[in-house]
């Protein structure tokens, strides 16, 4: 099955969106299998964001990414990866369509409120990676029957 890392990064939650954040993923109907708050160490952000370690903006990637707590999450569903991006918008927010969460909820490419996995290798590659053994849950939502003939 096809999972996607999804990050409320700290503007987004010291802004209070968490809630309106869950709810765009959770109506569109996928599945949430990972939940938390956390704060993340230095060294976990830096292997996330391995491959722009050469951009000029890493370091204050990473000093925002650890500012404060992130909600971390796992979603999944059938083409969740490329759905997730859509939901999301265009890295600058003031590029990315009205409708989107960045669209809708951000100004700035550095504070643009929510991370989504790129491709589903590395979906599961950073659900691997800020996830323990036992904090995935699998389970049936009812609701499934309803969503997919
Ligand atoms: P993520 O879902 O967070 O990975 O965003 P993305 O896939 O839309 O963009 P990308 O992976 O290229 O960059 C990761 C994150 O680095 C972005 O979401 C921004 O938070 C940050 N970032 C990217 N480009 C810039 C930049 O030019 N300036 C600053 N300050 N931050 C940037
Ligand atoms: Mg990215």
């Excluded at 990473?62 to 991006?85: F, H, K, L, Q």
């Excluded at 989107?100 to 909820?105: C, F, K, Q």
């Excluded at 989504?116 to 009812?142: C, H, M, Q, Y």
Aim: net charge neutral; aromatic share 8%.
């Amino acid at each position: 099955v096809e999972e996607s890392y999804i990050m409320i990064k700290p503007d987004g939650v010291q802004r209070g969106l968490v809630g309106e954040i869950i709810s765009r993923f959770e109506n569109k109907g996928f599945k949430l299998k990972g939940l938390k708050l956390f704060h993340c160490p230095k060294q976990l952000a830096e292997e996330h964001y391995k491959d722009l370690s050469s951009k000029p903006f890493f370091p204050k990637l990473i000093t925002y990414i650890t500012s404060g707590p992130v909600v971390c999450m796992a979603w999944e569903g059938v083409g969740v990866v490329a759905s997730a991006r859509k939901l999301i918008g265009a890295t600058n927010p003031l590029q990315a369509e009205p409708g989107t969460i960045r669209g809708d909820l951000a100004v700035q490419t550095g504070r643009n409120v929510v991370h989504g996995s790129d491709s589903p290798e590395n979906g599961k590659r950073e659900i691997a990676l800020w996830f323990k053994e036992g904090e995935l849950i699998e389970w049936t939502p009812v609701q499934t029957q309803w969503l997919v003939e």
